[in-house]
């Protein structure tokens, strides 16, 4: 195997499929990349096992031409070290030439580095061509999707099917859910009506594909019985699915909404903000009251001291009400909507409240109370 | 105690006293500011029992009002607390009211935190206006002085007064000299004949002076036999000394340099940031040959691989040699120098050797190698 490559297209793709690569990995062949040069182009390929993303670098991009004097073939090479060489490197084009399987010489016109390489045939096989239920989405709305519902999945792995985004697809509606079980997330989108299945995908490798995703016009989504794959430009990520059964959520969004709140939502941000400072012996928990004679955000501390702040209501529906919750949950929750406006509704002070934008139904945040006295 | 001022202006003092606070205190009076309103301004210390300083905010600049509505006295905030509100609250100003030396409120027109403060008198007595030798240097002055020679200083408290920047003054010289024992950097300047001291003051108070008299145009700095005080702007730093004997460095620097480069300077950092990429089992240890072939900078991990690069080189003296050194301390000692054109020296592989710069004889950076085979 040899090529001369441009060094900023290596190293896009180096940084790309070393997103898989864990830090240290238990299996030491996964703390390699598999580089493999075909007739196609370069394949990169990272893996932790569970998440698996491979990039390709073509021969040639809009006629310019990135990989030149080469010979098919392909190695393992240590992660980390190939990417910092290729990021220390600073001459436009960067030589590999693998010797024996066993030794790639990394150059340029001023620095050589022989790094000890590994057969490409001790890599586990990865199948990135699954065949499944494909999904073809824009990338603002795939975007949109994930980030408006993955941070609410837990990132604990106690309950792991709660680390999942549930997606289910199913009479012209895909639902997006995700729950730490203390909130939930929720996004509907239109899809082909004939496109129906029930996945609960990694939230971790839904937000690694809108990261890498960044450039790409559409992202691919192709559901099996045992993974997802995703794919967009010349990158393709593949995960293992979450087993077990999903919560039943269905009802968990509450109905008669009693209590209704319409606020800015930049300036409750900077309110809760201000107000958590002191929410210090009960770490995040802010409390909010509503009564006739306003909006209130407060917080205390017995060793500190306390903080609370009137914020301006547009709407104000419902009597006296005094609520505590975890203020990062409702933060995370306003900010999801991407909102001008939000609104914010009450059952009453210990039932799940309801964190939406009026002007868009087609996603809705539920946040379980803090229980304050 | 009661003030509106400027939010900006009170930020920015938190933020300078806060320097000094250590983020957890072993002596809790400690976590807070003292908060001085008198006849002068508004005085903000800040103190880890080792380094205290104190910024002062007027009442008014450049006739711009930046306290008003006020009445003397004075209050122990908690540091962290009283400049996060600070950060967080966006109007232009800030109330600040204390009732009964217990409960402070912080107010703006939307937010009100009350927060528990400590009477003024349970602050340590700091005495920050001391007698002793006084010097004033140009700010960029200071700024060399401790840039070129603090981060030679160790950071370990193994050998306390290793970590000092030992300061001798006389004959109309000062001279700056920081070692961990395996380097040294000694910075010498010109100064009033009539001044003479040996002190050795904490290399960081220097560095964290160097940091907050950023827009001062002058430093001053006043030597006793117990503390250093150090002023600029409306801001004071006060450190007490560092005790014992500084290690006799007058022999370090090698005499008879046989051997001699004179290279560029950022190329040959870029070069040993790549080669330090393969020194992972000795880690930082990277070698550089000389001989009549060229100057080769390189590393070697028995496990990876290796890494070496020629380097282009000026001006050369001596025959073939080969020494090892530790990455971080040449970088470091070459990015002080601060000039294009770097001279690095030696004597043999064993010795220590010199980094320089052939423009300015001010400043000398000594290293010890380290063996390899």
Same mark, same amino acid.
């Given at each position: ?5 441009v ?21 030491? %062949?996964? /703390?390699?990349?598999?580089?493999e ?9 990272? $893996?932790?096992?569970?998440l698996t ?15 030149? /004097?080469?010979?098919?073939?392909a190695t393992l090479?240590?992660?980390k ?44 096989? %990865? ?38 985004? /549930?997606?289910?697809a ?72 979450? $087993?077990g ?7 968990i ?37 509503? $009564? ?9 501390? $017995? ?6 702040e ?26 999801a ?13 210990m ?11 087609? %996603? ?6 803090v229980?304050?006295?």
């Amino acid at each position: 195997m040899k090529l001369t490559i441009v060094r900023d297209e290596f190293l896009k793709g180096l940084s790309i499929a070393s997103r898989a690569v864990a830090s240290k990995s238990a299996i030491p %062949v996964l /703390n390699n990349l598999k580089i493999e040069l075909n007739e196609t182009g370069l394949f990169i390929t990272g $893996s932790n096992n569970d998440l698996t993303v491979q990039t390709m670098v073509p021969y040639n991009r809009d006629g310019k031409e990135i990989i030149r /004097n080469y010979k098919e073939g392909a190695t393992l090479i240590n992660a980390k070290i190939i990417t910092e060489i290729a990021r220390r490197i600073d001459s436009l084009e960067i030589t590999i030439d693998v010797i024996d399987s066993t030794i790639a010489i990394i150059s340029d016109n001023r620095s050589e580095f022989k790094l000890n390489c590994i057969r490409a045939e001790e890599y586990p096989e %990865v199948e990135l061509r699954g065949s499944g239920t494909s999904l073809v989405f824009q990338n603002i709305e795939f975007t949109t999707l994930v980030n408006q519902t993955a941070f609410a999945a837990s990132q604990k792995e106690q309950r792991p099917i709660l680390t999942a985004l /549930n997606l289910e697809a199913g009479g012209g509606k895909l639902v997006a859910t995700a729950t730490d079980s203390a909130r939930m997330a929720r996004k509907t989108i239109d899809i082909d009506p004939g496109v129906s299945f029930v996945t609960n995908i990694p939230a971790k490798m839904m937000v690694e594909v809108v990261h890498l995703a960044e450039n790409a016009p559409t992202i691919e989504l192709i559901v099996s019985d045992k993974k997802a794959i995703s794919s967009f430009g010349l990158t393709t990520i593949a995960t293992r699915l979450l $087993s077990g059964e999903y919560p039943n959520t269905k009802n968990i969004v509450p109905k008669a909404l009693l209590y209704v709140l319409e606020v800015n939502a930049q300036d409750t941000i900077k309110a809760i903000n201000r107000a958590s400072l002191l929410s210090i012996e009960r770490e995040n928990v802010v409390n909010l009251s509503m $009564s006739k004679n306003g909006v209130e955000i407060s917080s205390k501390s $017995s060793q500190i001291g306390s903080a609370s702040e009137k914020i301006d209501v547009f709407k104000y529906e419902g009597g006296d009400l005094e609520v505590g919750f975890n203020n990062e949950f409702v933060l995370s929750a306003i900010r999801a909507l991407g909102s001008t406006d939000v609104t914010i509704a009450f059952v009453g002070e210990m039932k799940p409240f309801v964190v939406r934008n009026d002007l868009d139904d087609s %996603v809705i945040q539920v946040i379980t109370p803090v229980r304050i006295f």
